[in-house]
């Protein structure tokens, strides 16, 4: 169902981008540097989620402990290549709408409000994952994150590449985690 969900969006979103003239795939180019930034940038992030993760916030505990049962709840039974697959198509699906499309789009027309569109897009990717108050906010700074990465490198496979790899990492950590903790329950 993940599956339908993110690849879905993404394939709405190219065929709205497409309705309305914009040609997504003219924004999207394979090359070392990018590729370059993309894994630096997704090593900022996964920091990032690693020192949240250890802060004593209450807030950011209850968020980690949602994310958890999430996991346990359903995905605990994937193996590491079906959550690789969900991570890609959550870096395709959710950038392709949020950054390609609705960034991108907003931005030709409004071109000198770059930090305003990324703001906006932000909020409406915030939104989009409201399970908490704490993961809307996070989610809020992450979108910021991916958009200021999409415009200043003018390739949307960057925010594509950083968004599918955290992804990844973070359900990849996730699974070890529960394997770990069904091994100390025998």
Same mark, same amino acid.
Do not use: K, T
């Given at each position: +169902?993940?599956? /339908?969900?993110?690849?879905?969006?993404?394939v709405a979103a190219?065929?709205?981008?497409?309705?309305?003239? !914009?040609?997504?795939?003219?924004?999207?180019?394979?090359?070392?540097?990018?590729?370059?930034?993309?894994?630096a940038a997704t090593a900022?992030?996964?920091?990032?989620?690693l020192v949240l993760r250890v802060l004593p916030l209450t807030a950011l505990r209850q968020m980690v402990e949602l994310?958890?049962?999430?996991?346990?709840?359903? +995905?605990?039974? /994937?193996?590491?290549?079906?959550?690789?697959l969900i991570a890609l198509a959550a870096g395709f699906g959710e950038e !392709?709408?949020?950054r390609g499309l609705l960034q991108q789009g907003l931005h030709n027309y409004f071109p000198a409000k770059e930090w305003g569109v990324i703001a906006i897009v932000s909020l409406l990717f915030g939104l989009a994952h409201c399970l908490t108050a704490t993961?809307?906010?996070?989610?809020?700074?992450?979108?910021?994150y991916l958009g200021w990465l999409y415009w200043w490198t003018g390739n949307l496979l960057v925010p594509i590449l950083v968004?599918?790899?955290?992804?990844?990492?973070?359900?990849?950590?996730?699974?070890?985690e529960y394997r770990a903790f069904e091994r100390s329950e025998k």
């Open positions: +169902m993940a599956l /339908l969900v993110e690849y879905g969006m993404g190219v065929l709205i981008a497409w309705l309305f003239g !914009l040609r997504l795939w003219e924004y999207c180019s394979l090359n070392p540097v990018d590729v370059g930034i993309g894994i900022f992030s996964v920091l990032v989620y994310v958890r049962n999430l996991y346990r709840s359903e +995905m605990r039974s /994937l193996s590491l290549w079906q959550l690789a !392709l709408l949020f993961y809307a906010i996070f989610a809020f700074l992450i979108s910021f968004h599918a790899l955290y992804d990844f990492f973070v359900l990849g950590h996730l699974h070890f």
